[in-house]
């Protein structure tokens, strides 16, 4: 058989064992997932448990909780017994990983970790063992057949013990109702968490927003860019809504044409009216798009009442590397 056979083998194996999984899953998950929700509900946390291979897939579970606005951490079950069991806080629930459920290490730990958990989930492969006999609730892992060819190395436990936590994570997520601007809040140094930024998260205001009068000359609304540091001005009508904008094109152009007498002249005779404009709570990579598609290098923000609120120049979405 070709190596790219056996490969394809593996693959269906943990395949064929992630479907029965799936069957498996009904009430207990339910009330494992319950009982996570209250704990992070109490501002508790989740701990995360496992030997061997199966601590490796309880790192990435927490990791994942973690990234998930679930606070998880990972308590190694031999160095729990000497000394790390003080990161475990009253009503906090542990989450306990091991397929065999018979690990020397972790029985000797349970009943220490039962008297300060307020509540404990084991996912295993074996729910009648020492660990499931311990827990509150039982996830049922078990795999008919491993996808190593011997049948002894974790390939299709492991894969469905990590399948299992994916999915405690995400249905997790949904109960809690977290959404993709918390997801953007907690990954501020990751493209995607930067993708996921609002417009309200890099447009600039207060005084880095250059707001002048229609009735305002030219001079006044380049003063007003200078102190902003901006290429544009924003035009507002007496009741504050947007006019027009100015940007330092529309001066050189005029200066042209015009010469001395520009300075005599309302930014309203100037002015690009009716500016492209964006809300405050679109996508920052909106933005992106209306720069690229209007070969524009400034965007005004409005409100719902058309009154600016903010500027967005291309330079700032440069900065954040989202071009």
Known sequence: MKFSQQAREVIRCEIRELEALADRVGEDFDRALELLRQALERRNKIIVCGVGKSDHIGQKLAATLNSTGAPAVVLHAQNALHGDLGIVSSGDVALVLSYSGETGELITLLPHLRRFAGGMIGITGHPQSALGRACDVVLDARVEREACPLNLAPTSSSTAMLVMGD??????????????EDFAALHPGGSLGQRLLKVADVMRTGDRLPLVAGSAGVMEAIRAMS???SGAAVVVDADGRLAGVFTHGDFARSWQAGGQALAARPLSELMTPTPITIGADRLAVEALKIFEQHRIDDLIVVDGDDRP???????DLSRLRLV
């Open 167 to 180: 999915a405690l994570a995400m249905v997790l997520l949904r109960a809690r109702g977290f959404r993709s």
């Open 227 to 229: 102190r902003a540091r």
């Open 309 to 315: 609120v903010g500027l967005i120049d291309t330079q």
